[in-house]
């Protein structure tokens, strides 16, 4: 069974940084995408960021050029690192992981940024 273990998330002053990270188990094959989402209070779950095994890259446009995805293939693991955060990110944020077409993820982790 594929588990998604999340870490990293918290509370912090608007304009900090925060780093968070999700590491994949129990699967044999390939992951061929990872990355985040989040979900704010009374909103839909949105993307923020995914990466590709082969590196390629999206990201939500109100977080492109303050946040950065990236992944370590051989320990089936994703970063994101988040700058200049906002108190519109304050979300609670969960990994996401696709593996045969089958989307998986992880129990979400909460980020707070104050303002």
């Known amino acids: 069974q594929v588990q998604l273990m999340e870490s990293g998330g918290g509370l912090v002053q608007a304009g900090g940084s925060l780093r968070l990270s999700c590491a994949a188990s129990?699967?044999?094959?390939?992951?061929?995408?990872m990355g985040w989402y989040r979900q704010a209070p009374g909103k839909q779950r949105e993307l923020v960021a995914i990466?590709?095994?082969?590196?390629?890259?999206n990201y939500a446009d109100s977080v492109k050029d303050r946040f950065t995805v990236s992944r370590d293939n051989a320990k089936n693991t994703v970063f994101v690192q988040m700058n200049s955060l906002k108190p519109e990110d304050t979300a609670v944020y969960y990994c996401?992981?696709?593996?045969?077409?089958?989307?998986?993820w992880g129990q979400g982790t909460q980020v707070t940024v104050s303002s």
């Open positions: 996401y992981a696709q593996i045969l077409l089958v989307p998986h």
């Open positions: 129990g699967t044999r094959f390939s992951i061929t995408a």
């Open positions: 990466i590709t095994s082969g590196g390629n890259t």
